[in-house]
C-alpha cells in the first residue's frame, strides 16, 4: 500500500507531498528538507533542516532512516534491508537495528548499495563518493548454516573512494580516506589514515590540520 500510495502522490506538489506523508505515516520533515521523484518508506523517517533526498531513490523495509541537518543522498541510491518486526529474519541477532543514519552535512552520492539490517552509521561531512560502492551488514555464517548481520560505523569528516565494498561489523574510523575499489573487512581504529586495498588495510598518515577537506564547516566542496 505505501508503493501505490506514494506512485499516486509522487507528481504533486513536495509541500504537499510533505503534509500528506508526516500526516499518514507520521514522518518528521523539516519544512526546509525535500524528497524528489523517490520512492520512500521506511517505518520511521526524519529528516532535519536542507536534507535532501534526490529523484530516483528506493528506500524499503527498514525500520528508520534518519538523516540530520544538510545532508544528502543521491540519484538511484538503493537502500534496503529486512525491518525487526513481523518477520522471522535474523530472529538470533539481539537488538537489531535495521537503520541508516547519516550525521550533519553527511552525503551519500548516486548509485550505491546500502543493506541496513544490522545497522548503517554514517558521521557528520561524511562522503560516500563516486558510484557503485556496496555497504552490506549481513552475510552468511558458513559455520551455523545461517544469515548473519553486524553494524558498520564510518566516522566524521571520511571520504569514500568510488567502487568501495564495506562487509559486515566493519569500522571506518574519523578523518580517514578509504580509496577506490577497497574492501573493508574489519574494525579499524587508527584516525586520520588512507586506508586501501582487498583487504584494505594503513596505507598512509593523514595530516588531518592541513587537509582542508577535514576542515569544512558546510557539507559543500568548493
Known sequence: MKILFQLLIIWLPWSIRRKLLSMFYGYKIHPTARIGKSLIFPVKLEMAAHSRIHNLVIC????RL????????ATMTFITGFKTGGNNYFKHVENRQCELILGKS???TS???????GGVYIGDFTTVAGIRSQILTHSIDIYKNRQHTSPIHIG??????TGCILLPGT???DYSILGAGSVLTKEFEQTGMLYGGNPSKPIKKLEVNDTLYFQREKHVVD
Open 171 to 173: 569500522k571506518l574510523p
Open 60 to 63: 524499503k523495509q527498514i525500520d
Open 106 to 108: 553527511a552525503g551519500i
Open 156 to 161: 566524521k569528516y571520511c571520504f569514500l573512494g
Open 66 to 73: 534518519v538523516l540530520n541537518e544538510d545532508s544528502g543522498i
Open 111 to 117: 548509485r550505491h548499495f546500502i543493506d541496513c539490517n
